[in-house]
């Protein structure tokens, strides 16, 4: 038996490790080898069908009767055999914006891939409708709006009754998107340029609207402030660096309260939607 001190000789070899030097071999070159190019972008074409259903009018769709459904879709789409089928289950231009797998399927619609070409059209159809919903007008408006409680001062007022070119105009316009506003200088043939602002309901923080009485209570208007935390916006950039808000945009018209309303409305759509 070996000393415990030791260390036997079979297991000393075993601890050896051979150790071999490993160059790396210079590869071959081929003269005639084709360099493969990097994809960079996906191509972008699309077919005329496509652009056929994208042009066509959400609101005009689901309108649309039986018959103009075949006629004006299945037929331009090639989807002629279901026709019957469509007319059978009284598929107009509403109940077609709604269609689903199972509803194709239970229709009698089996071949997947026909499942799949009808609802890519049909998404581009509802593509179209929330696109026009987003960018209609839910409400638009001009400042200074008329009566002297929105004037700046009685010289304001007494100007842009006199000289409607020498005072400087807001138009604003109220989207399911955001809230635009542009503004045109006095006279900006010859002074100062028009500019436009955006403001996105993903960086809104609150509103706040406010009535206000002037000339001892008997005059009142409505302001309405939007916080927007755009760092982008130099017109949103805060007064106090440690307060919670920015400075608002603030719109002084009669129906202010009616337009809180609504980008209320729209600003909590666009948050569901966003979530």
């Not at 160059?23 to 994809?39: D, F, L, M, R, W």
Request: hydrophobic share 35%.
């Amino acid at each position: 038996m070996a000393a415990s001190g030791s260390v036997s000789p079979q297991y000393t070899k075993m601890t050896e490790v051979k150790k071999e030097e490993y160059h790396a071999v210079q590869g071959t070159s081929y003269p005639n080898e084709e360099k493969v190019g990097v994809i960079t972008s996906q191509p972008t074409e699309t077919s005329g069908v496509e652009n056929y259903v994208v042009n066509l009018d959400a609101a005009q769709v689901a309108a649309w009767s039986v018959q103009e459904v075949i006629s004006n879709f299945l037929e331009r789409v090639n989807m002629t055999y279901a026709n019957e089928l469509f007319m059978a289950n009284k598929i107009n231009g509403k109940s077609l914006m709604l269609l689903r797998e199972d509803h194709l399927k239970e229709m009698g619609i089996q071949a997947i891939g026909d499942r799949v070409y009808m609802l890519e059209m049909i998404q581009l159809l509802k593509k179209k409708k929330r696109e026009l919903e987003t960018t209609a007008s839910l409400w638009s408006g001009e400042t200074p709006a008329e009566g002297c409680a929105y004037s700046k001062n009685c010289w304001h007022c007494v100007r842009r009754y006199t000289c409607p070119c020498c005072v400087s105009r807001v138009y604003w316009k109220v989207t399911g998107q955001g809230v635009f506003y542009r503004k045109v200088p006095p006279c900006r043939q010859h002074f100062g340029t028009v500019s436009t602002e955006y403001m996105d309901y993903r960086f809104f923080k609150d509103l706040e609207l406010k009535e206000e009485h002037l000339c001892c209570c008997f005059c009142q208007r409505y302001r309405l402030q939007l916080f927007v935390d755009d760092k982008d916006n130099k017109a949103a950039e805060r007064v106090d660096p440690g307060s919670a808000f920015p400075t608002p945009h603030e719109l002084f018209h009669p129906e202010a309260p009616k337009v809180e309303k609504i980008i209320r409305n729209a600003w909590n759509a666009a948050r569901l939607v966003s979530e």
